[in-house]
């Protein structure tokens, strides 16, 4: 059997061999070694084609691409092939495989959750970020996309949770219970060096409800803390920044001013 001590949180970055206590007898089905790596965590999306005699896998590891490359002896190969330049061979495939298909569940996902409006509602880039009413960087982030937000380029979403400190929930709360929750919203972060918003006096059920839907679907999507900030390119490509975007970082989330 397979002696398999690693951490799928750490096969993105370090390949490695696991070894197999036997000869892969099989040509079809999942080798062992891949149904020991799915034991661990690993998700599996699909075969695909490579020369040289191996089996490719493509699957994810906490909302990561993976690629694994089953030898003739049944060992696995956890990581990126190279070329003789040192460039990634299977980057494209594993694009087509993985990251699009993810993309694009994540996409449908938050388009279908709850979240608080931030701009025109023509803009032509749509950027979600999960935000706590008390989260300093989510408030950094606000003030730094005004520009693109207020010239009509950019309309944030922003899908609220209620994680940093006791009374996030309740100002969640007031900004999803107010009648205007976009004029809620701005008034929370236009008084942010203030204290915010003030509390709702209570957390409905409801609004509770959509917290706990919200986290679930910031965790799934690969963030632990806010703000979580995703994008979706032209080419249909899902991208996902965690933090507030620094520097250059800011303009590729953002767009062109």
């Known amino acids: 059997m397979f002696a398999l001590r ?3 949180s750490s096969i993105a970055a370090i390949p490695l061999m696991l070894a197999a206590g036997y000869s ?9 070694a891949i149904q020991a790596l799915e034991a661990q965590g690993l998700t599996i999306v699909g075969e695909f084609d490579v020369e040289g005699g191996l089996r490719a896998f493509a699957g994810t590891a906490e909302d990561r691409p993976i690629a694994v ?3 003739s002896d ?25 990251e699009k298909p993810m993309g694009e569940k994540t996409w449908s996902q938050l388009e279908s959750a709850t979240w608080v409006q931030d701009g025109k509602p023509d803009a032509p ?22 520009p693109w937000v207020d010239a009509g380029k950019v309309q944030l979403r922003h899908l609220l949770v209620g994680v940093i400190r006791a009374d996030s929930p309740a100002k ?11 004029a809620a919203l701005t008034e929370n972060e236009h008084k942010f060096d203030q204290g915010g918003i003030k ?18 679907l910031m965790l799934s999507s690969g963030f632990r803390g806010t703000p979580g900030i995703v994008v979706r390119e032209n080419d249909g490509l899902v991208k996902k920044f965690r933090g507030m975007p620094q520097g250059a970082q800011l303009a590729e989330v953002l767009g062109p001013r």
């Open 69 to 71: 490359y089953v030898t």
């Open 125 to 146: 880039r749509i950027i979600y970020t999960f935000s706590d009413a008390n989260c300093p960087y989510c408030h950094q982030f606000w003030e730094a996309a005004r």
């Open 172 to 182: 969640a709360a007031a900004i999803l219970g107010a009648s205007d929750p976009t």
């Open 6 to 8: 690693m951490r799928i």
């Open 199 to 216: 509390p709702a006096d209570n957390v409905p059920d409801a609004v509770l409800q959509i917290l706990e839907d919200n986290h679930m």
């Open 74 to 98: 049944g060992n696995a190969i956890v990581g990126t092939r190279l070329d003789v330049n040192g460039k990634p061979i299977d980057r494209m495939k594993l694009r087509d495989l993985v």
């Open 24 to 32: 892969q007898a099989q040509t079809g089905g999942r080798p062992p």
